[in-house]
């Protein structure tokens, strides 16, 4: 108990003694003057930013200054108080012009007001509309799809209905069956080539090999162009292509058209521009005006448009587009930049297009279809002079000679394009080389070509002696 009292009162002791050392000190170090510097600049500075103009700042009380510890030296006190000092411009009021000293603190802090947004319940439909659009647009087109390939359907199968049985009477066989077949259940009938295309193969008839109805219909299941036939109109077609046998007909050119329809034709088929190059109106035939006539044969033209076929194009001249007859039939005509070597196939038939009215037609293509078949057995039974047929057997020599000629000029054009390939791959190969004495020689064989293909040709004479 004596010892722990004694080990305070030493303790105490000690430091009053220390405390009265250190200011000892202080009143002795030569340094002391700088010590009030340091106090006044751990002041608060007032600035007048602060206060008002009435306002007059009060100086706060200085603390108290703690002693300088003895030990410490007068160099190391100048580095502290060179560190302290090093920042000293910028608390510098001259320094920066509006610059301010000291920001206010303040303890209060800062409060954030989140706006109320409302919240939409409703969809804004108008944001969509673009999307909407292109909806409805999709939706009319799916329809309008829909719609005409069921229109067409319903043209195909009441057209069957209503004139099969015609066909059944001149035909063994008509009608087709398959997958795609339009028609009642069990039965022939239409083969869908397109959702606005049929076809049907009809067989089984003298003074014919068979022939193809080709039922061409408006494009009902496509929007744009019903979009466009409402600004240019279109009808349905009833095309028939007639396949005629080697001993059937004699050998002439005769088509029946529409005015518009025969100036096109005239330009575009082969076997019309080269034996039928003169249109006539058919008036003077007996044929309402509207119609031309192209024929290669007058014997021919007047056999075959009799009274019977006269009143029939005189009442539906409207529904008839063109009635082609032709023994050399080769297609449309071929474009000049093709080269053909070959002559082309010819064919004999007979071609009719019929415009039909609304739901297939329907009093207007039985005496239509009834014509094609009186047709058919006027050409079988129709047989030409013999000065007739000597005509037309020449003008299909001229016709063969001149093609004959086309041909070879092709066949020469050519081979002179592949000469001239040829030649060209030659030059290349002689320039690639090095040696220039070949070079030399093949420059004289190419001007002496030249010069032999410029050259007059002569021709020699042989004179026997007496």
């Known amino acids: ?106 303890s209060e802090q800062p409060k954030i007001t989140i706006s109320k947004v409302p919240v939409v319940i409703r969809p804004r439909w108008d944001a969509y509309w673009l999307e909407g659009i292109l909806c409805c647009l999709l939706t009319s087109y799916a329809l309008a799809y829909a719609i005409g390939r069921a229109k067409n359907t319903s043209i195909a199968a009441n057209f069957l209905k209503l004139h099969k049985p015609l066909l059944e009477d001149n035909f063994t066989l008509v009608g087709e069956t398959g997958v795609e077949e339009v028609g009642a259940s069990e039965e022939r009938g239409w083969s869908r080539d397109a959702e606005h295309c049929f076809t049907m193969w009809c067989s089984g008839r003298q003074c014919c090999e068979g022939m193809l109805l080709t039922l061409k219909l408006i494009k009902r299941q496509d929007l744009v162009h019903v979009l466009l036939n409402a600004v240019r109109p279109s009808q349905d077609t009833l095309q028939l292509r007639v396949e005629l046998g080697k001993d059937d007909s004699d050998p002439f050119v005769l088509c029946i058209a529409q005015k518009k329809v025969a100036t096109r034709l005239s330009k575009e088929m082969q076997d019309l521009s080269m034996f039928c190059p003169e249109r006539r109106p058919g008036d003077k035939h007996g044929l309402p005006s509207t119609l031309s006539v192209m024929s290669e044969c007058a ?97 299909r020599q001229k016709a063969a000679e001149v093609w004959m000629r086309g041909a070879h000029a092709a066949r020469q054009e050519l081979a002179a394009q592949k000469r001239e390939e040829k030649r060209k791959q030659e030059k290349e190969k002689i320039l690639a080389e090095d040696d220039p004495e070949k070079q030399r020689r093949w420059e004289l064989k190419e001007q002496k070509r030249q010069q032999k293909r410029k050259a007059p040709k002569m021709k020699q004479l042989k004179v026997k002696a007496m």
């Open 1 to 106: 108990m004596r010892l722990a009292l004694f080990s305070i009162v030493l303790l105490v002791c000690s430091v009053y003694v220390t405390q009265g050392f250190e200011d000892a000190t202080l009143e002795d170090d030569d340094f002391a003057e700088f010590e009030q510097f340091d106090a006044d600049d751990d002041d608060v500075v007032i600035t007048d930013q602060e206060y008002g103009e009435d306002d007059v700042p009060v100086k706060p009380k200085s603390q108290p200054k703690e002693p300088v510890p003895s030990n410490v030296e007068p160099e190391d006190e100048l580095l502290v108080e060179d560190e302290d000092n090093e920042f000293e411009h910028f608390q510098d009021p001259e320094e920066f012009e509006g610059f301010q000293d000291t920001t206010p603190k303040s």
């Open 299 to 395: 014997e021919a033209t007047g056999g075959l448009l009799d009274s019977r076929v006269t009143a029939a194009l005189q009442q539906y001249h409207k529904h008839v587009q063109y009635i082609h007859v032709s023994d050399k039939y080769c297609g449309p005509k071929q474009m000049e930049e093709q080269t053909v070597t070959k002559p082309p196939e010819t064919e004999k038939l007979v071609l009719v297009s019929l415009t039909l009215g609304p739901d297939g037609g329907g009093d207007e293509v039985r005496p239509l279809l009834l014509l094609v078949f009186y047709l058919l057995d006027k050409i079988k039974r129709l047989r030409l002079s013999k000065e007739a047929l000597v005509k037309c057997e020449k003008r």
